[in-house]
């Protein structure tokens, strides 16, 4: 397979991602004016007519969250920018900031460099000093893709750093590219073969396929029988997944889950799967900051709880993904309706969120721990700057909520 190949399959998808985006606007703005109805017909609960609404009309979750990462040449290196610093030549032996808490679930973390669009520049050094950053929020991590070595170089970092932490890797598959599915499969494969499964707490087979999959064919019921269709492929890979794991002899039992967006979740995906991952923003249902940690909590237990819990095999949903963007790279773009991208806004979503939902046992990885440049670079507007760390790993100007979990 060559580069281009690759490339133009990276392009194709941001494409995609693209359309799913305006679909979702339009979807939003149809939302919007049955909402507007409902308030007229009836009259009266205003405030829960239009959390519903919002709840089942917006898809929580546009954002182009794949298997990547940015381009850095400095962002390897375990001395430039940052609060945290090996010691000497033992990645064991780091600096811990004393600003940083373990009060998160967990985080959703990309490598920077790790898109192959991007060239693979991804190091095992820049991982490392993540990790170290990371292990001081968290004790759980969840990749989107498979690519660029980057779970082997997460697992190496995590033995040379000797951290708690365990990580739920992952397949990003596109509907058109089984090769692609499939260069995946085997690097999580070899990447187990050679650091066992101490620290792989499950493989996430797809992310935001269904999104992607309904919005290619036109369609947005994820149980329909378009979606079904979809979810034939994802299931597919799904199995192959699983059976590629039963051939190996593990000393535990990897769980084996699928991500998606908020509203994109198909029945029969999540009946073949041990958990699903639903990604959950307040910021593209236009809330205000401070009603941000409320909706993410009731949307979620809507639309992904509850439906899931009457399942017969009853998969566990964790969100995928939640967070506040800090700034915009365009003024137009700087806010969503009442939303609002700043840091002070962040740090009320971190303050009314992150230890509510410890309280409330949600399993959660916020939105996230680096800015991501490649969005920036690719997307524009707030895509790339959802980051507790700036792109150089320095924290910005936030208070870690402290609750250690
Ligand atoms: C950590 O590194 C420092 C600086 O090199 C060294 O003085 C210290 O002994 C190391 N600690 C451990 C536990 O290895
Ligand atoms: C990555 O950065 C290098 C050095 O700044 C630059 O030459 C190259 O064009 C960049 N690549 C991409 C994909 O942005
Ligand atoms: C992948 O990363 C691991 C850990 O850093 C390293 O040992 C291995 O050589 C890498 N493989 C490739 C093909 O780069
Ligand atoms: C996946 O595996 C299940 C259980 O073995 C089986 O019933 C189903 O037909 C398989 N689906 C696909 C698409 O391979
Ligand atoms: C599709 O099924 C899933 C899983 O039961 C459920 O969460 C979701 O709400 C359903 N979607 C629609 C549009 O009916
Ligand atoms: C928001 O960002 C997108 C993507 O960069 C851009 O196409 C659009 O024009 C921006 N919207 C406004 C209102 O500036
Ligand atoms: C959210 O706000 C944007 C503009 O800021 C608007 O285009 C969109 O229709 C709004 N969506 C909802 C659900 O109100």
Redesign the pocket.
Known sequence: MSDTHYQSLGMSNALEKQRARSKRSKLIVIGAVVGLIVLIAIGVVVGVVVTKNNSSNNAGGTKSSSSAGGNSTSGGSSTSGGTSTTKGNDPSNFTKDPNLHKSFYGMAYTPEGALVEFGCTNTLAGVIKDIQLLSQLTTRIRLYGADCNQTAQVLEAIKQTKVDMEVFVGNYVVPSDTPGYQRQRDAIHDAIATYGTDHVAGITVGNEFMLNYLTDHGSQ???SSVGNEGAAILIADINDTKSGLSSMKLSKTVAIGNSDAGSY???QV?SAVDYGMSNVHAWFANTTAEAAAAWVMTFFDE??VQ??S??PNKPKMYIAETGWPTKSSDAGNASNGAATASIKNLQTFLDTFVCQANKANIGYFFFEGFDEEWKDIKFGGVEGWWGLFNKDRTLKDLKIPNCPL
Do not use: G
């Open positions: 019921d994820p149980n979740f198909n029945n999540l639309t992904n439906p899931a009457l399942l």
